[in-house]
């Protein structure tokens, strides 16, 4: 196979991304005949590039990847979200705990339905979360009593 240049190969990386949407750095030194060193210089370039993002071992489109809304995946989005079914959740939880438990609540939007349950119930209980808005639910409320 002739020698290509720096641009038709990377057009041919290019290319074989738009095929699979993901491939290895193996796969690509197999196809166009280069060392692997050489294809790890080219994704690179493609990356700063934006055309593409580079995985452990090897590369995939950036079309391809999952678009991330940042309004819905913000905390006060996702906690209006599915409401009635956290709440159901929160509800079934809350009826497996008993006095002198210890329980840990990660950040997210269904554990401070908990957290607002837990409230309305006289459990003495060892809370443990990671959750800002979960912690103050039950710091306010402990405050208050």
Do not use: W
Not at 5 to 19: G, N, Q, T, Y
Not at 53 to 64: C, V
């Amino acid at each position: 196979m002739k020698k290509m240049f720096v641009a038709e190969r990377r057009d041919s990386i290019m290319e074989a991304l738009r095929e699979s949407k993901r491939i290895t750095v193996k796969e690509l030194s197999d196809r166009l005949n280069v060392s692997e060193a050489t294809l790890r210089v080219d994704l690179t370039q493609l990356e700063k590039l934006g055309k593409l993002e580079r995985t452990h071992g090897g590369a995939i489109l950036i079309d391809d990847l999952p678009v991330v809304n940042e309004v819905e995946t913000s905390f006060s989005y996702r906690k209006n979200q599915n409401k009635e079914e956290k709440t159901l959740l929160a509800e079934e939880a809350s009826k497996l705990l008993a006095d002198g438990d210890c329980i840990l609540l990660d950040a997210s939007s269904t554990a401070l339905e908990l957290a607002k349950i837990l409230n309305e119930r006289s459990l003495k209980l060892t809370v443990v979360t990671s959750g800002v808005y979960t912690a103050l639910e039950l710091r306010i409320i402990r405050l208050l009593q």
